[in-house]
């Protein structure tokens, strides 16, 4: 099983950034994924969630209106696309799926990606 997150980089506060999540190894579709990040010297927090067919999405307070998560179970891909950046939204992103719903709970994720680093200067 492989989750492999890509598309983080250094960009500037207000700029946009699509964070992709292809994942390897399952069944897409059973899956509800999540997304979290880590800030640096805090500890990981969860950014969002979707459940396994799209129909559902939750996110956390500051990230919502600014952050969309889809995914493409063809593909089998989940997107974070993130809007209005600010700086403090720099921080290690990272993917994560849970067989059937996603969860804002990081222990019950069955699989993790390696994580991508997303900058925001100010």
């Known amino acids: 099983v492989q989750l492999q997150a890509f598309g983080g980089g250094l960009v500037q506060a207000g700029d946009s950034l699509r964070l992709s999540c292809a994942a390897s190894g399952i069944t897409f579709s059973d899956y509800g994924m999540g997304w979290f990040r880590q800030a640096p010297g805090k500890e990981r927090m969860f950014v969002g969630g979707?459940?396994?067919?799209?129909?559902?999405?939750a996110y956390e307070d500051s990230v919502k209106g600014r952050f969309t998560i889809s995914r493409d179970n063809a593909r089998n891909t989940v997107y974070l696309q993130m809007n209005s950046l600010r700086p403090e939204d720099t921080a290690v992103y990272y993917c994560?799926?849970?067989?059937?719903?996603?969860?804002?709970?990081?222990?019950?994720?069955?699989?993790w990606g390696q994580g991508t680093l997303v900058t925001v200067s100010s």
């Open positions: 994560a799926a849970r067989y059937r719903q996603y969860t804002d709970y990081e222990p019950q994720y069955n699989y």
């Open positions: 979707i459940s396994w067919s799209g129909g559902r999405t």
